[in-house]
């Protein structure tokens, strides 16, 4: 299991990560945009809270990614880029 690198709502939160995507593969933003609009979450990059600040974007970006196959594609970018993978997650937990 992977633990975050700082606290939800800090840098180190799951959304953020997630919402890294729109950086490392710009194709994706819209996605990332789309759940954020739905979900009410904070727009603006790694600074849109985590897994507790906004669990409903978690949860409808993980749902949307899932039901129209892009799932697998986004963590293999967010996964591919050690930097941003460093800089949410413990070295050791990776």
Avoid at 61 to 81: I, K, M, R
Avoid at 87 to 92: P, V
Wanted: charged content about 15%; hydrophobic content about 40%.
């Amino acid at each position: 299991m992977l633990a975050l690198a700082a606290t939800p709502g800090s840098e180190g939160s799951f959304w953020g990560f997630v919402q890294g995507l729109k950086w490392l593969c710009p194709s994706l933003a819209p996605m990332i945009d789309k759940v954020n609009r739905h979900s009410g979450a904070q727009k603006g990059g790694a600074s849109g809270g985590g897994v507790r600040g906004h669990p409903e974007a978690a949860i409808a970006w993980l749902t949307e990614s899932v039901q129209d196959h892009s799932f697998l594609p986004q963590l293999d970018v967010l996964v591919g880029n050690r930097e941003h993978l460093h800089s949410f997650y413990h070295g050791e937990s990776v």
